[in-house]
């Protein structure tokens, strides 16, 4: 098991940029792919990012692709979120989930291990 604390979150206007964190503690985070999800109220957990335990594969979402880009530094045991480009639409809980895998599905019941989450609210 990995104990994963999301931070970076807040308010940021329409078109501006934020980078979210994802420190892992517990286990050795190299052995764990890793993804990003979000949850805006009302909503289900939607799928945003997702990255190999090496970090050579990613995909994403098709609301963020081409503005979002997730990254992982395993020295520092922790995966970041660059988000460019906001939209109001990307407003919501913004999650780390983490599995002991090289690399996971979008689905959420492929993670075991999730944060609290970081709230992201994007202004218009």
């Known amino acids: 098991q990995v104990q994963l604390v999301e931070s970076g979150g807040g308010l940021v206007q329409a078109g501006g940029s934020l980078r979210l964190s994802c420190a892992a503690s517990?286990?050795?985070?190299?052995?764990?792919?890793t993804g990003w999800f979000r949850q805006a109220p009302g909503k289900e957990r939607e799928f945003v990012a997702r990255?190999?335990?090496?970090?050579?594969?990613?995909d994403y979402g098709d609301p963020v692709k081409g503005r979002f880009a997730i990254s992982r530094d395993n020295a520092k045991n922790t995966v970041y979120l660059r988000m460019n480009a906001v939209k109001p639409e990307d407003t919501g809980v913004y999650y780390c989930?983490?599995?002991?895998?090289?690399?996971?599905?979008?689905?959420?019941?492929?993670?075991?291990?999730w944060g609290q989450g970081t709230q992201v609210t994007v202004s218009s």
């Open positions: 989930a983490a599995v002991a895998a090289q690399y996971a599905s979008r689905q959420t019941s492929a993670y075991e291990n």
């Open positions: 517990g286990r050795t985070f190299s052995s764990y792919a």
């Open positions: 990255i190999s335990r090496g970090g050579s594969i990613t």
